[in-house]
């Protein structure tokens, strides 16, 4: 697990509760401000094992290909 993970409450897409991306010394999780308390626990926790188990962050995939490798 990485030191630095940056959290922002922002506005996504429809549909979109979460997305990880990385950053220099670490990664940014972006979570939807439209969630609930429970929601954005479970939204965060989601990011956090992508992040813990290292899931495929390069460019060369999409989104849902990356969530399909890591939840198949």
């Not at 409450?9 to 401000?33: R, S």
């Not at 954005?40 to 399909?68: P, Q, R, V």
């Amino acid at each position: 697990m990485t030191d630095n993970i940056y959290i922002y409450l922002v506005k996504l897409p429809p549909k979109i509760c979460e997305a990880v991306l990385p950053c220099e010394d670490g990664y940014t999780i972006y979570l939807d401000e439209r969630l609930s308390g429970d929601e954005l626990i479970k939204a965060y926790d989601h990011a956090m094992e992508h992040i813990n188990n290292g899931d495929c962050f390069d460019d060369t995939m999409t989104a849902s290909s990356k969530e399909w490798r890591a939840h198949k």
